[in-house]
Antibody, heavy 122, light 111 residues
C-alpha cells in the first residue's frame, strides 16, 4: 500500500528546533518529488518546501533560511528540519508526493500523510 | 508568494451543480496548465481530485470536472451529494521562490 506517515511534531518554545519525519511505504521517495505543506489552525494550505528527485530544493519565503528539507534514501524517509521556530509556524504539517514515473502528475500531489502538529508557544 | 483567489464559501442543494473559481495571474494559473484541485474534509488530509486543469485521478468521481479560461480556473461539481460538503483548494505552478501556490480555500455547504 502506498502510504506516508509523519512524525516528530510537538510543543516547542519560540526559537527552538524540531525535525519532522515522513516515512514512505509502497514507493520510493528518491524517485519522486516530495513536498511539505502546512495548515495553520483554521487556515488554508501553504506549500512550505519541495525536494525534487535530482536534489533541487525550494522553500517558501516565510521559511527560507530556517527550514531544510532532506531525505534518507536508505530509510525511504523525508525530513523537514525546522530551526528558529516562530509562533506563526504553528500548524499541521503534511508531507505529500508529486508522482514521477509511470504516472506523473505535474505540480499535483496524489499521496498525503495524516499530518503532524507543530505548536510553537512559550 | 500571493495565494490564488477563491470564494470563501459556496452552497448548493443535493442534485444541483456548483462551480468554484480560482483566480491567479499570467505567472501562475494563466501561464501554465498545471492547476490542481483538492478536497479536504474536517480533520483529514487533502485529497487530489483534479490535476493539470481537467484530469481526474483514478477513482475520483466523474461528477468532478475542471476547466480554465485565462487567469481563472474552475472546479465544477455536478449532482451534489451530502458527502461533497468539504473545503476545496486550488493550486497552481508559479514562477516564484517555490513552484507551487494554493488558493485560500472554499467551503462548500450542501443544503
Amino acid at each position: 500500500e502506498v502510504q506516508l506517515v509523519e512524525s516528530g511534531g510537538g510543543l516547542i518554545q519560540p526559537g527552538g528546533s524540531l525535525r519532522l519525519s515522513c516515512a514512505a511505504s509502497g514507493f520510493t521517495v528518491s524517485t519522486n518529488y516530495m513536498s511539505w505543506v502546512r495548515q495553520a489552525p483554521g487556515k488554508g494550505l501553504e506549500w512550505v518546501s519541495v525536494l525534487y528527485s535530482a536534489g533541487t530544493t525550494y522553500y517558501a519565503d516565510s521559511v527560507k533560511g530556517r527550514f531544510t528539507i532532506s531525505r534518507d534514501n536508505s530509510k525511504n524517509t523525508l525530513y523537514l528540519q525546522m530551526n528558529s521556530l516562530r509562533a506563526e509556524d504553528t500548524a499541521v504539517y503534511y508531507c505529500a508526493r508529486e508522482p514521477r514515473g509511470a504516472t506523473s502528475y505535474y505540480f499535483a500531489m496524489d499521496v498525503w500523510g495524516q499530518g503532524t502538529t507543530v505548536t510553537v508557544s512559550s | 508568494q500571493s495565494a490564488l483567489t477563491q470564494p470563501a464559501s459556496v452552497s448548493g442543494s443535493p442534485g444541483q451543480s456548483i462551480t468554484i473559481s480560482c483566480t491567479g495571474t499570467s505567472s501562475d494559473v494563466g501561464g501554465y496548465n498545471y492547476v490542481s484541485w483538492y478536497q479536504q474534509h474536517p480533520g483529514k488530509a487533502p485529497k487530489l481530485i483534479i490535476y493539470e486543469v481537467s484530469n481526474r485521478p483514478s477513482g475520483v468521481s466523474n461528477r468532478f470536472s475542471g476547466s480554465k479560461s485565462g487567469n481563472t480556473a474552475s472546479l465544477t461539481i455536478s449532482g451534489l451529494q451530502a458527502e461533497d460538503e468539504a473545503d476545496y483548494y486550488c493550486s497552481s505552478y508559479t514562477r516564484s521562490s517555490i513552484p507551487g501556490v494554493f488558493g485560500g480555500g472554499t467551503k462548500l455547504t450542501v443544503l
